[in-house]
């Protein structure tokens, strides 16, 4: 049994208390997990309190009001951030206002839990918690250790899939047996449903196989002069079925070769991601820009989309493991998390940069610049 520890700072003492009382005896046990894990709870009334404690007590979650007595919980973010602490950090509080949601989550924090929370909506958050910490921990892993982390990366694999499986079965012994009628209409929902699952049971293992591909370090890359606008028709001619069933009209925009020395294997998953990116989460009958070219010595990557765009605060999250951006608008929208990483861990290993620029309605700018005769500003 491993534990981590939780810190609570909360001038109030019900609710200090409630949490101790709720999670005393919760355990997070996962398949893919050795073990499972339990939680030591700690408790803070003030944000200079809770500072003392994160100093000498290392939490490795912390659950914080932002109105506290003296310094505020903002502020408390705010010394994590510049200690460098690895602390997931959730706000609990009945006073955050979209400023403030923007404000936190730029400086760390994961998550909002709403006063008055139900036992059951703070287990979720920390069984949430929990699994991003193991998920981190193993993929940070990766690259330094054997048989035993592709092992367990296998597992949580297995375990990921285990839901749409699920469903696709449910969804096929309704329809053996029946369940609408017999007429085959009545079934077009479940078909749907199931074949949109095995779309997302495909990206799953293919953004794993992507992730296990550049953490390993061990597949040989195949360095050549490519024609970077050939591969990105290959990418854009891929995608454009995805586009039609979506109304996303997609432009390349540059006329003749850009040749590069890469991997064009690596260039075309950095390509797909982007542009698969940029159509899923697009409006109907948006529209996506491509554009290749040269500047200031380096290649420059231009993705523009007309789609939902992202806050400022989603924006400080999308190049995390694992991490989706999760709203009204993308809830019924799918994926792994793992695209963005993998195109910035790809980007990486060319000395290359990636840039982002979006606002809510008003889409996104992905900007990828790679050296050729020098270090790209």
């Keep these: 049994m491993s534990t981590l520890k939780i810190l609570v700072v909360d001038d109030e003492p019900g609710i200090r208390s409630g949490v101790s009382r709720i999670l005393r005896n919760f355990r997070v046990d996962y398949p893919f997990m050795d073990e499972a894990v339990e939680f030591e709870v700690m408790e803070a009334a003030t944000g ?47 006073y955050a206002s979209l400023e403030l949601a923007v404000k936190a989550t730029s400086d760390g924090a994961y998550d909002f839990i709403p006063k008055p929370f139900t036992p059951q909506e703070l287990k979720s958050s920390v069984e949430n918690i929990t699994k991003r910490v193991f998920l981190k921990k193993m993929t940070n892993k990766l690259q330094d250790t054997g048989k035993q982390i592709r092992f367990t990366f296998l597992s949580v694999l297995s375990h990921e899939l285990k839901a749409p499986l699920n469903a696709i079965e449910g969804y096929l012994k309704m329809i053996r047996d029946r369940q609408n009628g017999t007429r085959l209409e009545d ?50 001619d891929t995608m454009r079925p995805y586009a039609i069933q979506r109304d996303v009209t997609m432009n390349l925009q540059n006329d003749g070769p850009v040749l590069y020395n890469c991997d064009a294997e690596e260039m075309e998953i950095i390509f797909n991601n982007l542009i698969s990116n940029a159509i899923k989460y697009n409006k109907e009958g948006g529209r996506v820009d491509f554009t290749l070219g040269r500047e200031n010595g380096c290649l420059f990557i231009r993705v523009v989309d007309t789609g939902i765009g992202m806050s400022q605060a989603e924006l400080e999250k999308i190049f995390d493991d694992f991490v989706r951006i999760k709203n009204e608008k993308t809830k019924n929208i799918s994926g792994s998390g793992l695209g963005l990483p993998i195109v910035r861990k790809m980007i990486d290993n060319y000395a290359g940069k990636i840039e982002v620029t979006s606002a809510p309605d008003q889409g996104s700018t992905f900007i990828v610049r790679l050296p050729i005769d020098k270090p790209c500003s």
Excluded: C, F, H, W
Aim: glycine content about 6%.
């Design 48 to 94: 200079e309190a809770g500072i003392e404690i994160i100093d000498t007590g290392e939490p490795d979650i912390l659950l914080l009001d932002n109105k506290l007595p003296g310094i505020q919980g903002i502020e408390v973010l705010e010394y994590i951030k510049k200690k460098q602490k690895n602390i997931i950090v959730v706000m609990i509080t009945s």
């Design 187 to 236: 079934y077009d929902i479940m078909i749907d449903r199931s074949l949109d699952r095995i779309q997302g049971m495909r990206n799953l293992i293919l953004d794993l196989l992507d992730l296990t591909r550049v953490e390993s370090g061990k597949v040989k890359r195949n360095i050549a002069q490519v024609d970077l606008t050939t591969i990105a028709r290959t990418a854009m």
